[in-house]
């Protein structure tokens, strides 16, 4: 990727990258693209192809997050061992009431967490959640997910201009705290939840 710096191959690698992640996570998609922007800009980018490379990245994604709802949709989940039972289809159907209540909370901050975004994904599609609903919705959380990303690399090669590494390390190393960080205050709120639910009063 070091060679790639403001190549037009660049947005191409990105996009690719962002895609196959969505379905297939090898490393953190949005720890490369934070290492792609810095690089880019250590290459002497303009801000136009910043923001290129954050397009390339949200539409990677959005492409990944539809082939990942694709792949729920055709699994009959409902016929797989485990679910089958009573208490499988139970389960199934909560899943579904819940995305219909909160299938919006459910991609959003999905999309912050590597690997949930694929779970989120695949069960809204094995769930019937509305392809006309998930569209917008993902396009929404890829596009600010890849502006979190870049801006995460931005304010790494703006704090430490002369380090092209350190600041690729900064950038993801910002990226990740702020994905645990969603991650962290998802499940606070669950907890709260379940709190509030198991309160007789």
């Not at 660049?10 to 992640?21: G, R």
């Not at 490369?32 to 290129?52: E, N, P, R």
Request: proline fraction near 4%.
């Amino acid at each position: 990727m070091v060679e790639l710096g403001a190549s037009w191959w660049l947005i191409l690698v990105v996009f690719v990258f962002c895609c196959v992640d969505a379905v297939f996570p090898i490393v953190p998609s949005d720890s490369f693209v934070t290492a792609a922007t810095v690089m880019a800009l250590a290459s002497g980018a303009s801000g136009g192809f910043i923001v290129l490379v954050i397009a390339a990245a949200a539409l990677g994604g959005l492409s990944g997050d539809c082939l990942a709802y694709s792949i729920g949709s055709k699994v009959p989940v409902q016929r797989m061992p485990g679910v089958r039972g009573a208490t499988g289809q139970a389960a199934f159907r909560a899943t579904q009431r819940a995305f219909d209540r909160r299938g919006s909370t459910f991609l959003l901050t999905g999309r912050f967490i590597p690997v949930g975004r694929i779970v989120v994904n695949m069960t809204a599609g094995a769930t019937g959640f509305p392809l006309r609903r998930f569209l917008p919705i993902a396009a929404c959380a890829g596009g600010l997910w890849a502006s979190v990303a870049g801006l995460m690399g931005i304010l790494a090669s703006y704090v430490l201009p002369d380090s092209t590494l350190l600041a690729m390390v900064v950038g993801v190393c910002l990226g990740i705290v702020f994905g645990l960080s969603i991650d962290w205050l998802l499940q606070r709120r669950q907890r709260r939840t379940e709190l509030k639910a198991s309160d007789p009063e």
